[in-house]
């Protein structure tokens, strides 16, 4: 989406319209989806997540400072959501005890994604952001409240953590 019209349909949706934001949130559904899917690898969070980000978008949007950011603002919204579905998965896994293997899925998944879904959110969010998403640096150090050193940092020791586990195998 060039960034006059998503302008435009910033401006719009702060009134009240809310053609113009289902109009926004078509425009980023797709990577928002992949990303959410990458960060939480199960279908129904994956929903639950983006109908929450949508809801919370539409509801916040009058707070948007720079109506050009629309994308970084609905991701953090979408990434916040995100770790508070990984951390309720993890503390539902510990207060059930269940048999279910929580890093195990019923479906076959390829190595590189089994080792990657290994890596801490602090190095994984970062290089989904970066990698997958197509963000750069700046834009994921204002999106997790980081640094720019920090996020760096992070995507650096993600990668050698990621190599280390895919040479183990």
Known sequence: MKKKEQISLVKKAKTGDAQS????CEAYQIVLY???YKLLLNNEDVADCLQETE?????????IKNDAAFNSWIFRIMIN?????????????????SYMNTKESNYERSHLEEEFNQLPDRYRIPIIL???AGFNINEIAEQLNLSKNTVKTRLARGRIKLKILLEEK
């Open 55 to 63: 809801i919370h978008a539409w509801q916040k949007i009058t707070n």
């Open 21 to 24: 934001f289902i109009k926004l």
């Open 130 to 132: 970066h990698y997958y």
């Open 34 to 36: 992949n990303s959410a």
């Open 81 to 97: 959501i995100a770790k508070d579905i990984l951390k309720k998965r993890v503390e539902t896994v510990k207060f059930e005890e």
